[in-house]
């Protein structure tokens, strides 16, 4: 018997408790060339918001009565395929239960060497490699100011590490001191400011302070708002980083765009969009760079951490609502 939590309604706006069950069911014997994975840590991430929308997007909508999909790390309990070996540890896209069967090509091997065994869906899981391939895409070097919003999250988080890490002065937005503490003191932050803390401040003020300058680069994974200031403080020729819009996954009607949208003719910049899956072949590359990174103690991996599936929705929902710093996940074993 296995616990999984299931989509049984499609939210409007903010999801609640009431969109989701958590059920138990029956997993069928294991066949020939088949694995039985118990899941110790399982992600929840913005994204998948938009998978529980009905209409189409870059990622299929998750079906209403069905255990939900995500990342997650878990262990092999059994297996009748020779790639792998019960006791050893694999990614998958089975989050959201306790347990599943897959085939060896659903798998991902990683090395139990690495503690906590969740830093794989965190720095060196998907949303580090988002951060890696955000860098990557718009070419961020060295000497260049770089502002990220949302900071303190899983992807910001790491984002600013690795830009710190290539020699640039980097500035980060965040929701509470304590965020903006933890970016200073154990991401590296120059600049980090809590846009929360001052409503009167309108962020675009915020910003020009911060980067009195410009900037050269905007790591934009909240939209908005934010997007209206980066657009205001870019340099001539400046590049945006387009990876996630949280600010707006809940809203039940579309926002207006940023009014100063202009900016990107009168400054000539350059906005790419960002989807992780398109890098998917460079991931070795990523493992191995990052990966080594971590080893050697230059980047932290900070998480928030909630026990029990059953707690899975609350942990989701509180992505939106800023409880977490650093990546969210859900500890199953």
């Not at 929840?44 to 529980?52: A, F, L, N, S």
């Not at 090395?111 to 895409?137: C, E, F, H, I, K």
Request: some cysteine; proline content about 5%; overall charge neutral.
């Amino acid at each position: 018997m296995s616990r999984e939590i299931r989509l049984i309604s499609r939210p409007t706006g903010m999801p609640t408790p009431a969109n989701f069950a958590l059920a138990q069911t029956q997993l069928e014997p294991l066949q020939d060339g088949q694995i039985l994975v118990r899941n110790l840590y399982m992600s929840v991430d913005p994204y998948m918001r938009g998978r529980m929308n009905a209409g189409k997007s870059y990622v299929p909508p998750f079906e209403l009565g069905k255990p939900m999909s995500g990342g997650a790390v878990g262990e092999v309990v059994e297996s009748r395929a020779k790639e792998f070996k019960p006791g050893e540890a694999v990614t998958s896209s089975y989050g959201w239960r306790e347990y599943f069967i897959a085939t060896p090509q659903e798998l991902h091997p990683v090395s139990r060497d690495l503690q906590p065994l969740s830093v794989y869906l965190g720095a060196l899981g998907m949303t580090g490699m988002t951060a890696w391939a955000g860098l990557n895409l718009v070419d961020v070097k060295a000497g260049d100011i770089i502002f990220i919003s949302g900071a303190a999250g899983a992807v910001g988080s790491v984002a600013g590490q690795l830009a710190k890490l290539r020699g640039c002065e980097v500035i980060g937005s965040a929701g509470s001191l304590e965020k903006v503490k933890f970016l200073r003191e154990e991401c590296g932050f120059d600049i980090a400011f809590d846009y929360k803390s001052s409503p009167i401040i309108p962020v675009i003020e915020q910003l020009n302070l911060a980067a009195l300058n410009g900037i050269d680069v905007y790591f934009d994974n909240v939209g908005g708002e934010m997007l209206e200031a980066a657009l205001s403080a870019l340099r001539v020729h400046g590049r945006i980083i387009a990876c996630g819009g949280i600010s707006s996954y809940n809203a039940e009607m579309p926002k207006p765009g940023p009014t100063n949208l202009f900016n990107m003719t009168t400054k000539r910049l350059t906005m790419k969009g960002l989807i992780v899956g398109d890098w998917l072949e460079q991931q070795g590359e990523f493992e191995r760079e990052v990966g080594g990174y971590f080893r050697a103690g230059k980047l932290k991996n900070k998480e928030t951490v909630v026990t029990g599936l059953e707690h899975a929705v609350s942990a989701f929902v509180g992505l939106f609502e800023g409880k977490n710093i650093g990546k969210m996940v859900v500890k199953l074993g």
